[in-house]
């Protein structure tokens, strides 16, 4: 088809020449970076709080470790949310999935199954259980459209209380070696966890920057009728979202319990709120369509950082919580006044 | 404070200044207006002085500055410098722009739909009673003395999500003005009404006018303006260049004064691109056939056949079953009976992705609603349709690939942005438009399914649009238009009328404008 030029001549209106703030923030690098002086700060107030903090001890064993296991959450939340849902069930997958692994494998005296699997066998039976949750999420929201918040809040809610029930609310701990060697193992000196987030990470990182897949969660998420219309499958898509962020929630678990050489029953209680507010000050959008991993990363970083501050700086344990959640409202102001506002002509 | 000012003089306002006129007579008046948005100049040099209880068009392509205009109007948003001087509800005119001043009906219904009529006429002034609860009575009594106005006073009691389109736009506007505003703002009010309630609503505009009321009337439908409007205002980069009454003007002046374009450019263009009438030998042969298709209550057992080359309009009222029966040969929706062939494939499953892959591309309704993805920049919006078909290594999307296929598309289609990666809801109405054209296009489809290609598109993007158009049915792609708006209909080999779920008529190019409207209507064909 040849090229043309509309046959009346446009004059186009007069433009001041971009300058670098604009620049930059249309090319998307402002969102995506707009934590990292942030992040600094909070790195030079942990250095002048303690002088511990910027150990390489502290920085990989403290603050990467204890954050590993949230930022692979974080990733799968992120996910989802990108697509236009959410999933608040995440957190009871990250207690039940080892639960179940480990139950099975446990004999009875020690609270286990007493059927004597093998480890890997339980792995296995573990992964088939959160691919099952994925696809009830996946069918009542994508399918019978239900309402995301309440459906996942109550499969959070029934998988609590599941694990409960299978560990008669007791720790089972004793674990053999094939668990705790994903706490335990260290390649290059450092810990398997972090290589396993890292890995996590820039998987996914190219998958939803890259990948057909992964452009589609962004386009279902942003505009689920338009998605539908250009031909994508967007109730393949959805079930799917749903069964990968169970699955990465269940390795998740896995690690957790691997690092603490144990699985409690109430395993990952709360964690859906760091997680949640590790990926909207990160930057991903609560309405889909819109976040990074970079970004999510960033939130994760932050996050752990000011955890890793808070425990150093020797404030009473009773008040850490407040102050958390004082801090995380202030980064979610600071979010809304450093990014998402463009200047927007009136259409 | 200068003495009473007479029409069409010259004021040296400053900010702050009060003007009193002796007789009131100038609703409006918006003297030097100038706004930018970041790099964006907006208006350079706006002004607009409106008569008390004339009837003022505001036209201008999409960018001309329009909307920034009615936004400042409304006081949505503040001039960087310029004076703005409404005639209030009690008759006094103020500085600044007054919310209260302005009635608006914006083309977006604001109307609440579970909502009975009279509960959205109130809606958040609700009177109260003497102890704080609702007054149902009042709500009621209001409702039904500004319905009287127009004869309406029957639908005080319905539910707005039961109305007729026409009664909703009704609804609207006595809204507007229950709070007493003296002028009215009408933003595309014939939009979803066919002819006939179109020709209704102009004569209760006729009859608020000769109640006094001001009304600023936009809108893209130029024949509209002629109907309505004593006086026309065109706006252009931001400033406004031509203030002349409707009788003194003509379409073809108006349109050359929106694009700046003097009256010889226009004839040597227009000659360029004369209408031609496609002689049947030029066709292929038959691409798309349907036979006895059936959807629900819509469409009951339609027939028609595109060839090759051809470019086929579908129109009809309302719920005359076209737009179904274009979404059931695009694969939105499925048929229940019948048969849809193209290029030997059998469609009609619901399937997406099966129609795209057998050749058919499809521009839905409402760009808003299914046409984009707000966030996502102008590239992937446009190769939405063949985001696997940009695999590279690895499977993942080659961004060459994908970068060199929207060069194309936007070179095609004249697609106006800052760049690739541009967020789409960034553009304006007509590149939004032509973004959603190009997906279309971008998997290189034989047949092309449009419906109301041009809507919310301004004059000079829709001759863009349909110059495109034309080149892609002379390069052998059949179109299917489906439009109630006469021009894009003027572009069609035929035109196929559909009344109450059936083809009713069919209209070769060259049909009377009267003939189109009598079949839309349902009426029978002249001997």
Same mark, same amino acid.
């Given at each position: 088809m040849s090229t043309h030029t509309p046959t009346v001549a446009g004059t186009p209106t007069s433009r001041r020449p971009l300058n670098i703030i604009d620049q930059a923030r249309s090319s998307g690098w402002a969102r995506e970076l707009a934590l990292l002086p942030a992040i600094i700060l909070a790195m030079v107030i942990g250095a002048v709080l303690s002088p511990q903090f910027l150990t390489a001890n502290n920085l990989l064993n403290n603050v990467l470790v204890t954050s590993a #296991?949230?930022?692979?959450?974080?990733?799968?939340? *992120?996910? &989802?949310?990108?697509?236009?849902?959410?999933?608040?069930?995440?957190?009871?997958?990250?207690?039940?999935?080892?639960?179940?692994? #480990?139950?099975? #494998?446990?004999? /009875?005296?020690?609270?286990? *199954?007493?059927?004597?699997? *093998?480890?890997?066998?339980?792995?296995?039976?573990?992964? #088939?259980?959160?691919?099952?949750?994925?696809?009830? =999420?996946?069918?009542?929201?994508?399918?019978?459209?239900? =309402?995301?918040?309440?459906?996942?809040?109550?499969?959070?809610?029934?998988?609590?209380?599941?694990?409960?029930?299978?560990?008669?609310?007791?720790?089972?701990?004793?674990?053999?070696?094939?668990?705790? /060697?994903?706490?335990?193992?260290?390649?290059?000196? &450092?810990?398997?966890?972090?290589?396993?987030?890292? &890995?996590?990470?820039?998987? /996914?990182?190219i998958f939803m920057r890259s990948h057909p897949v992964g452009r589609k969660l962004y386009a279902m998420g942003g505009n689920n009728a338009a998605a539908a219309a250009a031909g994508i499958k967007t109730l393949r898509l959805t079930i799917g979202v749903f069964v990968a962020g169970a699955v990465i929630a269940a390795f998740a678990g896995l690690m957790l319990t691997g690092r603490i050489a144990s699985v409690t029953a109430n395993q990952g209680d709360g964690l859906i709120f760091t997680v949640f507010a590790a990926a909207v000050i990160g930057g991903i959008s609560l309405n889909g369509g819109k976040g990074s991993m970079i970004g999510a990363l960033s939130g994760v970083l932050l996050l752990g950082i000011i955890q890793n501050i808070l425990v150093l700086s020797q404030v009473p344990s009773f008040w850490i919580q407040a102050i958390y959640g004082l801090i995380i409202l202030s980064a979610l102001i600071f979010n809304y006044l450093a990014g998402s506002r463009r200047t927007r002509r009136v259409v | 404070m200068s003495g009473p000012a007479g029409p069409g003089e010259r004021l040296n306002l400053r900010k702050g200044d009060i003007v009193v006129t002796a007789n009131t007579q100038n609703a409006i008046e918006i003297r030097g207006l100038k706004k930018s948005f970041g790099s964006t100049q907006a208006l350079t040099d706006a002004n607009l002085i409106v008569r008390s209880g004339e009837s003022r068009a505001l036209l201008g392509r999409n960018g001309a500055g329009k909307s920034t205009l009615i936004a400042m109007l409304t006081g949505l948003v503040t001039p960087d410098s310029g004076s703005i001087h409404i005639q209030g509800a009690n008759g006094e005119i103020t500085e600044g722009p007054g919310s209260d001043a302005i009635a608006c009906v914006y083309q977006k219904s604001t109307l609440v739909p579970e909502l009975t009529v009279a509960e959205n006429i109130s809606l958040g002034a609700y009177p109260r009673k003497r102890w704080g609860s609702v007054d149902w009575a009042a709500i009621r009594r209001t409702a039904v003395d500004q319905l009287k106005d127009w004869g309406y006073e029957r639908i005080a009691d319905k539910t707005v999500a039961d109305l007729e389109p026409l009664e909703k736009k009704i609804v609207e506007v006595c809204r507007a003005l229950s709070r007493g505003p003296r002028i009215l703002l009408l933003d595309e009010p014939t939009a979803g009404l066919d002819e006939g309630a179109s020709h209704e609503l102009f004569a209760q505009i006729d009859s608020l006018r000769q109640r006094g009321v001001t009304v600023i009337y936009v809108s893209h439908h130029l024949e509209e303006i002629f109907k309505v409007c004593d006086s026309v205002t065109i706006l252009r980069d931001g400033r406004d260049v031509l203030t002349a009454q409707t009788a003194d003007l003509t379409v073809n002046r108006i349109v050359n004064v929106m694009a700046g374009v003097s009256e010889?450019?226009?004839?040597?263009?227009?000659?360029? +691109?004369?209408?031609?009438?496609?002689?049947?030998?030029?066709?292929?042969?038959?691409?798309?056939?349907?036979?006895?298709?059936? +959807?629900?209550?819509?469409?009951?057992?339609?027939?028609?056949?595109?060839?090759a080359g051809e470019c086929v309009g579908l129109t009809g009222l309302d719920g005359a079953g076209h737009v179904q029966l274009a979404q059931a040969i695009a694969g939105q929706v499925a048929i229940e009976n019948g048969t849809i062939e193209h290029n030997g494939h059998t469609l009609g499953q619901g399937n997406v992705i099966k129609t795209i892959n057998a050749g058919v591309g499809f521009v839905p309704e409402d760009r808003h609603v299914n046409g984009y993805v707000p966030e996502l920049s102008v590239e992937e919006n446009a190769t939405l349709t063949i985001v696997d078909r940009l695999r590279g290594r690895g499977g993942l999307i080659n961004s060459g690939r994908r970068r060199a296929c929207f060069t194309e598309l936007s070179g095609a289609w004249a697609i106006k942005c800052d760049g690739p990666t541009q967020a789409v809801e960034e553009l304006s109405g007509g590149n939004q438009q032509k973004v959603v054209l190009a997906r279309a296009l971008a998997s290189n489809p034989d047949t092309l399914v449009l419906v109301h290609p041009t809507a919310g598109v301004d004059v000079t993007a829709k001759e863009s649009i349909y110059e495109s158009l034309r080149e892609l049915r002379d390069s052998g792609r059949s179109l299917l238009i489906v439009s109630t708006d006469d021009t894009d209909l003027e572009i069609c080999d035929r035109v196929i009328v559909m009344y109450k779920g059936e083809i009713h008529a069919e209209l070769n190019a060259g049909y009377e404008e009267w003939e189109l409207v009598g079949a839309i209507q349902g009426a029978e064909a002249a001997a």
């Open positions: #296991v949230l930022g692979i959450v974080v990733i799968a939340e *992120s996910i &989802i949310l990108i697509s236009g849902y959410f999933d608040l069930s995440l957190e009871s997958v990250v207690g039940l999935a080892p639960m179940l692994a #480990v139950w099975l #494998v446990l004999p /009875a005296a020690v609270g286990g *199954s007493g059927w004597g699997w *093998s480890p890997w066998g339980a792995f296995a039976a573990m992964f #088939v259980l959160s691919i099952v949750i994925g696809l009830i =999420n996946g069918f009542l929201v994508g399918k019978l459209k239900l =309402n995301a918040f309440m459906v996942t809040l109550a499969m959070l809610t029934l998988l609590r209380g599941l694990t409960m029930g299978l560990s008669g609310g007791k720790t089972l701990s004793g674990l053999p070696a094939e668990f705790l /060697a994903l706490g335990n193992t260290k390649w290059l000196g &450092i810990s398997i966890q972090i290589w396993l987030f890292v &890995i996590f990470l820039v998987a /996914a990182a | 010889e450019e226009a004839a040597a263009a227009k000659k360029g +691109i004369a209408a031609e009438h496609r002689r049947q030998e030029q066709l292929g042969e038959t691409r798309l056939t349907v036979s006895g298709a059936r +959807i629900g209550l819509r469409v009951l057992g339609a027939n028609l056949t595109v060839r």
